[in-house]
């Protein structure tokens, strides 16, 4: 009995090891990357992924080492927002199929909405220059416009990756 609880307490620590590696993203190949991305649990791909982003605007911003760990906070605090605001709006209509009324009101909520975003960057523009300057605000969200500007591209070369059909815009 004491043999087979003790296997399992290896097998188990093996798996929680197995979970928790680290790995040296810079030295993988693409083709690495992607094959331990796809094992990843979607929690854990979602993690990883808003931990690259977080580095990725940590780094392009130059923030302060003593400032990265309440920016970081706040940006996710931020980003979060903006997708609780959008997630407002659905977008999945054709507007052609729409009647005056209907189309009236779309327009209408997507301007709110618009609003909703612009005033939530607004709160956290503020916010943010209370740790990091107001240049590297002003280059955080340029090249946040950059990233979805990219990210339309792709979704037009049909690159999207999701296997889902481009969005329509209102």
Do not use: H
Not at 136 to 161: A, H, I, W
């Amino acid at each position: 009995m004491k043999k087979i609880l003790f296997t399992l307490l290896i097998i188990c620590g093996f798996g929680l090891n197995a979970q928790k590696t680290e790995y040296d993203w810079k030295k993988m190949d693409p083709k690495q990357r992607k094959e331990v991305i796809n094992n990843l649990s979607p929690e854990e791909r979602k993690t990883l992924l808003t931990q690259f982003r977080n580095n990725m605007v940590l780094d392009n911003l130059d923030v302060d080492p003593k400032d990265k760990a309440e920016f970081t906070n706040m940006y996710n605090e931020y980003i979060e927002n903006q997708k609780k605001i959008k997630s407002q709006f659905d977008s999945n209509f054709n507007p052609e199929t729409l009647s005056d009324e209907e189309a009236k009101a779309k327009l209408q909520q997507s301007f709110d909405v618009g609003q909703k975003l612009l005033d939530n960057r607004k709160k956290y523009a503020e916010k943010m220059q209370t740790v990091i300057p107001c240049q590297k605000v002003l280059k955080l969200f340029q090249s946040e416009g950059m990233m979805r500007d990219k990210m339309n591209e792709k979704k037009q070369n049909g690159e999207n990756g999701r296997g889902s059909r481009p969005r329509q815009n209102p």
